[in-house]
């Protein structure tokens, strides 16, 4: 199953982020994202025996503005919370062995609820303390709340 995880105080409905789910199957090539995201995400299921011809990619120059992160959780657990661009807490989602996690925009901060590993692939070059703003995130007791 793909979840989109909408920005509910946004009238336009900004995503935040597109889950993967682990157990999502179905064939041929389907692109979660739309064409204008600068970081794609796509889902391959193919018959053996599918050829796909060998490639180089061209250079085409692009410009990003801001970091979209792909993570893969390869084992565990991991709540994500997500937040609007004023860092105010929206909703957490729980994210485990396989399901991978595409954060478009908003703010997003994880807690590891299992020994967690996980894998990030985001656009670079990595540019340190510069490419975010860390603030403080939710308490618990209200992540428990919302979810009761």
Do not use: W
């Amino acid at each position: 199953m793909n979840e989109h995880i909408l920005n509910v105080k946004d009238p336009a409905g900004e995503t935040l982020a597109l889950i993967l789910k682990n157990d999502f199957d179905t064939e041929g090539i389907n692109f979660l994202t739309p064409n204008d995201y600068s970081q794609q995400l796509a889902y391959m299921h193919h018959k053996k025996g599918h050829i796909i011809l060998p490639h180089v990619h061209n250079e085409v120059k692009r410009e990003i503005f801001y970091t979209k992160e792909v993570l893969v959780i390869k084992k565990g657990k991991l709540r994500c919370d997500f937040y609007t661009d004023e860092k105010e807490y929206l909703k957490s989602v729980i994210l485990s062995d396989g399901d991978i996690i595409l954060l478009v925009s908003g703010g997003h901060g994880f807690e590891c609820l299992e020994e967690t590993v996980m894998v990030e692939i985001k656009q670079g070059p990595y540019a340190g303390e510069g490419d975010k703003t860390r603030f403080e995130g939710v308490i618990e007791k209200v992540i428990l709340e919302e979810q009761s």
